[in-house]
């Protein structure tokens, strides 16, 4: 499960109502109104463009001592406390689920620590966590589906928390994957973490650790929307995260286009 984040307005909006659950770590708070917390000064202020849902997004992101004020085009607002376990959506009624569960969700688990990469995950039947990011169309999701179906656990599609330094949390909302978190474990110990990309010949190879440390950093979704402060532990995380791998444990595989590979 996720650490608990609570969603707070006057009423949730009917998409996300079947996300709001216990294994998920997402309930409601029912409030009079959404105002905005007590004005405050902003400390530093970040914008930019980025993907959602494989579409682009311009964001805007205010960043204060108590909260976090999230803006995207299209009218769509939510404010994050500064402890990442409460979002409040301000202007959300034309939002669809990849705003409701991205963004903010995104941002409130990296104020706690929390990072998602662009990756698949699985779990052998020996309870063996393995990650493999890729870029999109690559195959990371193909060769999850082809591990579950010789008795792997798809744990991830796309998007995979990291709690500290290689523990997945699998129940993070996947649209691809539905609102089932009761059916994936609250977490897993990651074991192995593997790059995938398109080669002639299909082949596995180590990676030292300055370059998994560069693909985690590479890898984190969202990262464009952090403050400088942000930047900086995420820096140190995927350091950590790179030497507590250490050699052996981070793969590049080598995949070809043959269906028998």
């Not at 004020?69 to 939510?78: E, N, T, V």
């Not at 250490?246 to 995949?255: E, V, Y």
Request: with cysteine.
């Amino acid at each position: 499960m996720l650490d608990s984040t609570t969603y707070i307005a006057a009423e949730p909006p009917a998409l996300l109502r079947p996300w709001l659950t216990a294994e998920n770590g997402l309930q409601w708070r029912t409030e009079s109104g959404p105002d905005l917390p007590s004005p405050e000064p902003v400390v530093e202020a970040v914008s930019g463009n980025g993907l959602l849902a494989e579409s682009p997004r311009q964001f805007q992101i205010s960043f204060a001592d108590a909260g976090v004020d999230l803006r995207l085009d299209g009218g769509f607002q939510a404010y994050i406390n500064r402890s990442g376990d409460t979002v409040r959506l301000i202007d959300v009624a034309d939002a669809g689920l990849d705003a409701l569960l991205g963004p903010p969700l995104i941002l409130a688990l990296a104020l706690r620590g929390i990072h998602c990469l662009h990756a698949s995950a699985a779990i052998s039947p020996s309870g063996l966590g393995v990650a493999f990011s890729a870029p999109s169309g690559t195959g990371k999701s193909t060769l999850a589906r082809a591990a579950a179906a010789r008795g792997w656990q798809r744990l991830s599609d796309d998007l995979c928390p990291l709690r500290g330094t290689a523990q997945i949390l699998p129940r993070f909302p996947q649209l691809k994957l539905g609102p089932h978190a009761s059916m994936l474990p609250a977490s897993v110990d990651l074991a192995h973490f593997v790059l995938l990309q398109r080669g002639v010949h299909t082949q596995l190879q180590p990676l030292s650790i300055t370059e998994l440390a560069k693909l985690l950093l590479a890898a984190t979704v969202g990262a464009k929307m952090y403050s400088a402060a942000m930047r900086k532990l995420h820096f140190r995380w995927a350091i950590a995260t790179a030497n507590r791998f250490g050699a052996g444990a981070a793969w590049r595989l080598s995949i070809t286009d043959s269906a028998a590979d």
